[in-house]
Structures are given as C-alpha cells and as structure tokens.
C-alpha cells in the first residue's frame, strides 16, 4: 500500500476523533457493525504459535471461556524455552536480566497487567490475578514478584543457557539494534472469541532483546499493546513497542472498528499513523492483528514477515500477513 493513501486515511480518521467529521461517511466505513455469522470459536494470534492457537481454540470447543483459554493459549508460548522473546528462555536485558510484560483484557472491559517482572514464567495468569484480585490495574517489578509469590506462583529461571550465551556474544559489541522480523520476532498477542460471543486477549512478551534495564513497551500498556471491547472487536501489537505506544495502536485499531471499518482497513490504518511519523522507510517493524465481533480478522505490519496463526475447524493455521513494504 502507498503511503500518499495511508495519509488521506489517516486525515479522515484524525477528523472524526475530533468530531470535525463522521468517520461513518469514510469509505472504508460500514453505517452499521457486523453481526456475527456463527458461533465457532476464534482465536487468532500474532506469528506462528500453532501449539498456542491449538490450545485456546480446542478450550474454546470445550466450552471455556474465551479469558482462560487466552491465558491458557499464551502459556503455551511462555513455557516454550524455544521462544526467545517470551517467558522462560526469553532473552534478557543488557544487563543479563529477563524480565517480562504482560496483560489480559475481558469482555467487560476488565484489565490487569505485570511489568518488567523478573523470576515468574506465566505473567499472562499473573496481569490476570492483578485484573481479579487487586483493586489496580498494573503492577511493575518486585511488587508485582512479590505479589505472583503470594498467588503461589513458583520462583523460576528465567536466563536459559541458550539466552546467557546469546547475551555474552551480544556483549561483546553490544550494539543495539531493535529490529524485530519472524527470525527475530516478539510478543505473542492473543484474542479469542468464544461461542457466548465473549472476546478476551493477551499480550505477553520479554520485550527487545538487550533493551535498557527497567524499560517497558507495548504489550503490557492497555490500549496500545492490547485493546478490547466486546461491542466492537479486539486488536493487539507485536513489534518495536515505542512506535506502538506512540500511535495507542490497538485502541486505535478498535475505535476505527466502532466506527465502521473492517479489521484489515483498520489495521492498515494502524500502520499507516506509524509511517506518518517516521521519513522514509523505517528499520523496525510493527504489526497488529485484530476481529471483530463478526468474527472478521485483520493484519497488516510495517515490512513482509509478519504472519499470524489463526483457529479453524480443529486446526492452527498460519498466513502470511500484508505489509506497507
Ligand atoms: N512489542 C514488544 C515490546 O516492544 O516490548
């Protein structure tokens, strides 16, 4: 997609926030949202996590609620010591430290989240207990180790010996170069829809690899790593978690939705707010996935190499994602 295009979207998007026009009147708007054809579960997340996928859409099937099966699902990816960008063998920070982000969001608006959070593999469970069990929303660091303690939480490793490795190489030049593909990818975020027409997601991430002690992105932050409304739809980020941040991309993805656009277009937007903040081509890549209550899905990133994997009829699939370049 051409950027001159993404400009003029974004125009007519930035009029209608401020009430200087109707975005209904926009013609990648609809006058009225979806309504949903079946009641198949969905559940949709960013790269290629198809053990994750498996489990929240066949919970799904079985009746769970769309909540547990995201936190379950993410689970999945947090004890994959595989995964280098989440949970337990995630990489660490410069200083040799894993520390981990992570948030859940329900139907009903509900949200909880856990930041820079270091010795507990399942941060996802952990924003949830914060969402459930405490009067707050976000939680950070030793309070919220403390708290994972008190919820029986076991204390784990995180740094593998794989990740120390890659850490110790890394020192060597330690240059820092925050470029993010599907060989080097971040963040599993996870929306799920359940047969009761319930939406729920999860963003959990270790966040850039080598990032400065104590720095947080995207995924923890409601609205730019992860947004749901159950009237609307669901949208969550994976990529250079400062652009996200700046842009409150998922929350944006979801007002767009609310205002008539298709998952796609609205991701496309996303996208292209990003690109209007940068000259020329950026070296980082970002991309989002969203559905709506229909049970429509969306994905649009910044370059090629993004996918995400999606729930159909008993199976994970992954599909290449469409890019700006
Ligand atoms: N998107 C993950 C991060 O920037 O931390």
Known sequence: MKRRKFFGQMGMAISGFFGIGS???HPHSRNTLPKRLSDHPISIGTWNCPDAILTS???????????????KGVAVEEANENNTTVGIGASPDRSGRVTLDACVMNSNGDCGAVMAVENIV????LAQHVMEDTPHVNLVGLGAEEFAYSKGFPKTQLLSMAAEKRWKAWLQKSEFTPKINVENHDTIGMLCLDAQGKLSGSCTTSGLAYKMKGRVGDSPIIGSGLFVD??????????LGEAVIKTVGSFLIVELMRNGWSPQKACEEAIGRI???QTGKPDFQVGFIAINIAGERGAFSIHKGFSFTHYESGKAINVPSSSAY
């Not at 399942?122 to 469970?125: N, P, S």
């Not at 159950?230 to 990529?239: D, E």
């Open 23 to 25: 975005l209904h009147g």
């Open 57 to 71: 859409g066949q919970l799904m099937e079985g009746g769970t609620p769309s909540l547990e099966a995201v936190v």
């Open 122 to 125: 399942h941060v996802a469970r």
């Open 230 to 239: 159950n009237q609307v739809g669901a949208a969550t980020a994976t990529g």
């Open 275 to 277: 690109l209007s903040q």
